[in-house]
């Protein structure tokens, strides 16, 4: 079992934000997906004249990757950036967290018909992983997530044969790989792309002449949202990582301090323009 993004002893994260720069194989990458930041000037020139939409992942995006899922939360200082951005541009948190750990609202629930069945392949998966050290089952309302950040390399294999065993009594759930995590979610049509394409018409943004979209994310499911943005040939996706990776984004931030520096430059450019 692989996860999206390796451990930081496996991949080419770096402390000093120097040694990203001097890396080859980032530097490469960056050249191919540059720094959002710096190229801030190009993104706003292109939405001159028209409406930007933003669209938020969150763990690991607004809130810093941590072993314990639970304590995912923004930091003050992020909390006050996402605020003052969401006062100038249409602003959504695009999560396969609950409503109640976001503490956000949900225009769409697609998947409230399976809340039973969540509920009880949660309790399923609790129990076969019970015995696994460092194995967290995470009930996040319309699906389940099997963390084995805290795992040894040595049972992730285990890790992955039990929730697929839990899963043959359940043939309407299906699992996908995430950043050190297993989703279980229900098999209907529906992902992060589709979430943004459905919010953009719900709320009348959905005009590649007069609006912009723009998504930050940082895994795998976010490549959905990313996807459509570069098919609709309007909008910007942006990843966040410190490591190179296959990405449909078109631009890039190392971390949360990148993302919620980012914001704050959107809210200072917005308030700039109305001058």
Known sequence: MKSSSPRKKHNLAFDQEDSLDEDPDYSAWMSECPSALTSFKHIVANAQGKK?????????????????????????????????????????????????????????????????????????????????????????????????????????????????????????????????????RPVIDWDKGKAVDFLLQSLGLDDPENVIPIYIGDDRTDEDAFKVLRQRSCGFGIIVSQVPKETEAFYSLRDPSEVMAFLNSLVRWKKHSLR
């Open 52 to 184: 930007i939409a933003l669209f938020l992942d969150y763990d690991g995006t607004l809130s810093p990757i941590v072993d314990d899922p639970d304590k995912a939360f923004m930091s003050p200082a992020m909390r006050a950036a996402v605020r003052n951005v969401a006062k100038h541009f249409p602003t959504a948190i695009v999560s396969g967290r609950s409503r109640k750990k976001c503490k956000e609202a949900n225009l769409f629930q697609p998947a409230c018909k399976f809340l039973p069945m969540i509920d009880e392949v949660t309790k399923s998966l609790l129990e076969v992983t019970s015995e696994i050290a460092g194995a967290r089952v995470e009930n996040n309302k319309f699906c389940v997530s099997v963390h084995y950040r805290n795992v040894a390399e040595k049972d992730w294999k285990t890790v992955a044969q039990l929730v697929k065993k839990v899963l043959e009594a359940f043939p309407r759930l299906k699992v996908t790989n995430g950043r050190m995590v297993l989703e279980v």
